[in-house]
């Protein structure tokens, strides 16, 4: 059997080395970078892109629950966001994408809701009992007061600043979604209802 020219070999091994190579750093280079797909992500938001927001932030769609929908429209349509900085460690498969969030502070909002809900509640809790609103009237007088508070001029703002973290699938980066990272877009709603729920746990205990 006849060897192999060493020389040749080596040439073989070194042409197989610089395409391969070649190949990793053809995948890096078409790899959407961490801090584009956060940015899209936070685009969708804004946007209240139901689909995008499923791709990236996972959870379920709201285009069966429109009176949802719009409020989400009010809740996300003044969200601004500064990307700070990120970091990406393609070996490790890992990035962390550092965003600077504004949004209206939902924790005031719902405040002064929570005290209009109540108040309307008293009111009519005297009323005779053919005269109280339905269920169903109620829920629409809710509506309309959390509707109007979000809608209005100059809503007092708070910044969050997160890590949003992704990890890297099938050479693409994929956003870890987080409560926190959520909780400053929606302006610290979720913070909010914690407490609530958490302050009456402790009063019923």
Same mark, same amino acid.
């Given at each position: 059997? %006849? %060897?192999c020219n060493p020389k040749l ?5 070194t /042409?197989?080395?610089v395409? $391969?190579?070649?190949?990793l750093?053809?995948c890096? /280079?078409?790899?959407?970078?961490? %801090?584009?797909v $956060?940015?899209?992500?936070l685009?969708?938001?804004q946007? #209240?892109d139901?689909e995008a =927001? ?11 629950q429109?009176?949802?929908?719009? =409020?989400m ?8 966001y500064n =990307? $700070?900085?990120s970091? *990406?460690d393609?070996k490790a498969? $890992?990035a962390?994408?550092t965003?600077?969030?504004?949004? #209206?502070?939902?924790?005031k909002i719902m405040?002064s809701?929570?005290t209009q809900?109540?108040?309307k509640?008293f009111?009519? !809790?005297? /009323?005779?009992e ?8 109620m829920? !629409?007088?809710?509506l309309a007061?959390?509707t109007s508070?979000?809608?209005?001029d +100059? +809503?007092?703002?708070?910044t969050?600043? #997160?890590d949003i *973290? /992704?990890?890297?699938v099938?050479?693409e ?7 926190k990272a959520?909780?400053?877009?929606l ?6 209802t ?5 302050a009456v746990t402790?009063d019923e205990?």
């Amino acid at each position: 059997m %006849k %060897k192999c020219n060493p020389k040749l070999t080596r040439v073989l091994a070194t /042409l197989v080395a610089v395409v $391969v190579l070649l190949s990793l750093s053809a995948c890096s /280079l078409t790899r959407t970078p961490a %801090k584009d797909v $956060v940015e899209a992500a936070l685009k969708a938001a804004q946007t #209240v892109d139901t689909e995008a =927001i499923h791709t990236y932030w996972g959870g379920g769609s709201f285009k069966d629950q429109e009176t949802r929908l719009e =409020i989400m429209k009010l809740m996300l349509g003044g969200m601004t966001y500064n =990307i $700070v900085n990120s970091v *990406e460690d393609a070996k490790a498969g $890992v990035a962390t994408v550092t965003v600077e969030i504004t949004n #209206v502070d939902m924790q005031k909002i719902m405040t002064s809701f929570l005290t209009q809900m109540l108040s309307k509640a008293f009111s009519y !809790a005297f /009323l005779p009992e053919d005269q109280q609103p339905t269920d169903e009237e109620m829920d !629409a007088m809710y509506l309309a007061d959390l509707t109007s508070l979000l809608s209005q001029d +100059n +809503n007092p703002t708070v910044t969050n600043t #997160v890590d949003i *973290e /992704l990890n890297l699938v099938d050479n693409e980066w994929q956003i870890v979604p987080s409560d926190k990272a959520i909780d400053a877009m929606l302006g610290g709603i979720s913070s909010f209802t914690d407490a609530l729920e958490n302050a009456v746990t402790f009063d019923e205990g």
